[in-house]
C-alpha cells in the first residue's frame, strides 16, 4: 500500500477531506445508480415489482458494460494510476458500488473521521450491521488514518470488539487514529458510535509497513 503524496496531518490543515469527493462524471452518477440499485433490490415489494423484466433489464445493462470492459490487467493499471486508490475502494470508492460511501476528514489531533448512514445491503442481525462489514470499514479507516499520520503499512492483525449492536438506518460515527510507530509495526485504533456517542464496535490495528507495488 503506497501513500506517495496523500495528505497528511503535518502538512495540511484540520478538515481536510481525504476521500475521493464524488463528481459530476458518468462514472460517479453510474455507480451511484447501481448502488441505488442494490438497495432497492432488498427493499422492494417481492411479488409485486416483475422482477423477471427487471433482470432482463439489468443483465442487458450488463452485458453493455462487460462488452467495453478492457483486460483486468490493462484495467488495474488504469484503477491505480494518480490518485485512483482513493475511487474504487470498498469503502470510500465513489467509483465502487459496494461501497456506501464514507467520506473522511482529517483532524488536527492526528486522527480521521467521518459520518454514515447504512442501509440494508450491510444488515446482520435484524436492522443492524453486518459484523464483517463493520470491520471491512474499520481496516479502511485505519488504513487512510495511517497515511494521515504519514505512514502506511499492510494490516497484519485486527482485533475487533463488538460492545453493542449496530444500528442501521442512523448516522454512525467512524473514528481511526494512528497511535505509535515502533520500526516497520503501526498501530492504530478506531471506532464506531452512534451519533449520541454510544460506543459500538472498537479496534486495534496492527500494521506493517509494506509496500506493495501498483500494476503497470
Ligand atoms: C490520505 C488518504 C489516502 C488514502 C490512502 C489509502 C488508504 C488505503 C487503506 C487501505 C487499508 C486496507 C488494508 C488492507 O486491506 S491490507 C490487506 C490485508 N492484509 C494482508 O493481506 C496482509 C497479508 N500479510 C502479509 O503480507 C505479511 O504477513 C505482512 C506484510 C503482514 C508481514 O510480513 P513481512 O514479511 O513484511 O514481515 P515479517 O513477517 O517479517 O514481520 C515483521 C514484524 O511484524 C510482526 N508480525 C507480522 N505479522 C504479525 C501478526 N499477524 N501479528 C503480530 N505480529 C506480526 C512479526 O512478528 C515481525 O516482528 P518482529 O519479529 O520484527 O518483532
Not at 145 to 152: L, V
Amino acid at each position: 500500500m503506497k501513500v506517495g503524496t496523500h495528505p497528511t496531518a503535518a502538512t495540511h490543515a484540520h478538515g481536510t477531506v481525504l476521500t475521493s469527493a464524488p463528481q459530476d462524471a458518468p462514472v460517479d452518477r453510474a455507480t451511484a445508480a447501481a448502488r441505488r440499485v442494490v438497495d432497492a433490490m432488498l427493499r422492494t415489494d417481492r411479488g409485486n415489482a416483475n422482477l423477471d423484466r427487471v433482470a432482463e433489464e439489468l443483465n442487458s445493462i450488463a452485458d453493455h458494460l462487460e462488452e467495453h470492459a478492457p483486460e483486468v490487467a490493462e484495467r488495474l493499471i488504469d484503477m491505480w494510476n494518480g490518485e485512483g486508490v482513493t475511487r474504487h475502494d470498498p469503502v470510500t470508492g465513489p467509483e465502487n458500488a459496494i461501497a456506501p460511501p464514507l467520506v473522511l476528514e482529517g483532524l488536527e489531533d492526528g486522527s480521521v473521521r467521518g459520518t454514515v448512514t447504512l442501509t440494508m445491503p450491510y444488515q446482520g442481525p435484524p436492522g443492524c450491521v453486518h459484523g464483517g462489514v463493520s470491520a471491512l470499514i474499520l481496516d479502511h479507516v485505519l488504513g487512510v488514518a495511517n497515511a494521515w499520520g504519514g505512514k502506511s503499512g499492510m494490516t497484519a492483525k485486527l482485533e475487533t470488539n463488538y460492545h453493542r449492536p449496530t444500528p442501521l438506518f442512523e448516522p454512525l460515527v467512524i473514528t481511526g487514529r494512528l497511535v505509535s510507530v515502533d520500526g516497520r509495526k503501526i498501530r492504530t485504533v478506531g471506532s464506531i458510535t452512534t451519533a449520541d456517542g454510544q460506543l459500538c464496535v472498537s479496534v486495534e490495528g496492527l500494521f506493517i509497513d509494506k509496500t506493495v507495488p501498483r500494476p503497470r
